[in-house]
């Protein structure tokens, strides 16, 4: 596992270093969406409503709109925050373990003891288990602040995040508020059949069926052939996804090739080969780099691969913004 963040829980004047880890994660099968015709992939993208362009996620920052004004919020601004740069998980109190609501919990986190003696996180999970207490802690954690309760979890302290009051929705259901008579016989029987099927709960007895039968499913679509290849799915533009570039291979591998047959017609020495490896070079950057300029190529007859290879890297680099602007010229 890789630490998230790392901090020092803190409580009167006792400070003990932590990382902290996601204590879970999700095993569903990853699916995408495809189009029902011809099984391309469906992109999402950021576009600007004011120039139309795709917008990288690195220039992207937030705002809050209060019906007439927007204020913009860069990431400088975020990160000033007193609340965001603290470091450390506060415990506010320590309240007898019943009174935390189960509704009340959502993400939970592992802590390690990040220090050259685990002497105090031992000490603070020994006196957690034998006041049968748990610690009410407050701390930021990605531009939230954020309630949790600290508990033992066998020898590990685990952090678990609390929703806020505000958070929790009241139940109110008028027909709940009408009388009902239950009867001792009616009592004793349901309480014989909570007692029929009384047991210890091990988590490890249960299974996600869905998941398991969707694996079938996709297994067997695999091996009756009823799939597509892969490559055969994917545009020929480069797409900019979670924040970061997917290349486009295809187009990358014929901007090379074709990079690297004007590069050898280029060093025969004719006009006419000459002229073939500049339109070649053309199409090359057209189609796989993705870039509205068109440079010829040149000729390098010793180092045909390492050219290959920086062709493959422009095409990768190039936004896909710029395409259609190429395919126009």
Aim: aromatic share 6%; hydrophobic share 35%.
């Amino acid at each position: 596992m890789r630490a998230i963040w790392k901090g020092a829980l803190t409580f009167g004047l006792v400070n003990v270093p932590v990382k902290v880890y996601s204590a879970t994660e999700d095993h569903d099968v990853p699916l995408h969406q495809v189009h029902s015709t011809d099984g391309g992939r469906i992109r999402y993208q950021r576009i600007c409503e004011i120039d139309g362009e795709v917008v990288p996620y690195s220039d992207i920052d937030r705002a809050y709109d209060d019906g007439e004004k927007t204020v913009v919020l860069t990431k400088d601004d975020l990160a000033s925050l007193p609340s965001e740069r603290s470091r450390e998980i506060d415990v506010v109190e320590f309240v007898p373990s019943e009174q935390v609501d189960l509704l009340t919990l959502d993400k939970a986190y592992y802590l390690e003891p990040d220090s050259a003696s685990p002497k105090a996180y031992v000490l603070l999970r020994k006196t957690l288990e034998q006041t049968d207490r748990t610690a009410i802690v407050r701390f930021s954690l990605r531009q939230k602040t954020r309630l949790a309760a600290l508990r033992v979890r066998g020898d590990v302290l685990v952090l678990q995040t609390l929703l806020w009051a505000d958070e929790v929705r009241e139940a109110a259901f008028p027909s709940l508020d009408e009388p009902v008579r239950i009867s001792a016989k009616e009592l004793e029987l349901s309480a014989s059949l909570v007692e029929s099927f009384a047991s210890d709960f091990d988590p490890s007895d249960f299974a996600d069926e869905y998941q398991e039968e969707l694996r079938t499913l996709i297994d067997a679509k695999l091996e009756k052939g009823d799939a597509l290849d892969t490559t055969e799915t994917f545009g020929d533009r480069d797409e900019e996804e979670s924040g970061g570039e997917v290349i486009d291979l295809m187009a990358a591998l014929r901007a090379s090739v074709e990079r690297s047959r004007a590069a050898r017609e280029g060093s025969a020495g004719t006009a006419s080969a000459s002229s073939g490896g500049d339109q070649a070079g053309g199409k090359a950057t057209a189609s796989g780099s993705g870039t509205a300029k068109k440079t010829p190529a040149k000729k390098a007859p010793a180092k045909a691969p390492a050219k290959k290879d920086a062709a493959a890297k422009d095409a990768a680099k190039k936004p896909a913004a710029k395409k259609k602007t190429a395919k126009a010229s």
